[in-house]
């Protein structure tokens, strides 16, 4: 099992529309979560940090599930600016690095 | 200036050739990376600079050569490269092994 793990996609969405992501991770005991967005030919973006009890900022929102080892991203009323891929990255924290996923690609159309 | 900052933006070398990246950083951080980015893979680590000091190399090939001088500033000395080193560079800083920024990338090719 890859230690994080992200559908490709891509995610092809009308705008307005609420899409979800979900990655998956391999090690119990980690701690901390984040999504980045990459733009075509960019740098990743720090989006959000993904806290226990979720959080939501604006359009978007992040969920933790231990049980289950994996976290979402919700964006609600898509709009064109959101086309991008979102990746997913996790702290094992003992292995004191990051360790990213191969993101999600989504493409919101008009 | 501010954020993360890298210079230069695209790079074109010969395999032969010995060239530096640079990076900067205006947080604060106490920590900087390095990554490589290639098409179709997750961005690989490369090298991690706690304090200045290098706390993580992930098996990188010698003809790369991290240079920390001190908590804001790092280089990464290329020499005698492969065609398959041609990737995107990105530097990142953060607090604490915490939340990173990143610059926004040298785009290297090597011929």
């Known amino acids: 099992r890859k230690e994080v793990e992200q559908d490709p996609g891509p995610f092809n969405v009308p705008e307005g529309a609420t899409v979800a992501f979900n990655c998956t991770y391999s090690?119990?005991?980690?701690?901390?979560f984040f999504w980045y967005r990459q733009d075509c030919r960019k740098e990743p973006k720090l989006l959000m940090s993904v806290y226990s009890s979720g959080n939501e900022d604006g359009r978007f929102t992040a969920q933790l599930n231990r049980a289950s080892q994996y976290i979402s991203l919700l964006i609600r009323d898509s709009k064109l600016s959101d086309s991008a891929t979102y990746l997913c990255v996790v702290n094992p924290q003992e292995e004191r690095k990051l360790i990213w996923g191969l993101g999600t690609s989504l493409a919101v159309n008009p | 200036e501010t954020g993360v900052t890298q210079t230069p933006r695209h790079l074109v070398m010969g395999m032969t050739n010995k060239k530096s990246l640079k990076c900067e950083q205006h947080?604060?951080?106490?920590?900087m990376y390095w990554y490589k980015q290639s098409a179709k893979k997750p961005l690989e680590l490369m090298f991690v600079y706690n304090f200045k000091e290098q706390t993580e190399n992930n098996s990188v090939p010698s003809r790369f050569s991290p240079e920390c001088p001190n908590s804001s500033h790092l280089f990464l000395h290329l020499h005698t490269l492969q065609p398959e080193d041609s990737a995107l560079y990105l530097c990142?800083?953060?607090?604490?092994?915490?939340?990173?920024?990143f610059g926004p990338g040298t785009r290297l090719t090597v011929t």
């Open positions: 990142a800083s953060s607090q604490d092994l915490s939340e990173q920024y």
């Open positions: 090690n119990s005991a980690s701690q901390s």
């Open positions: 947080l604060g951080h106490n920590a």
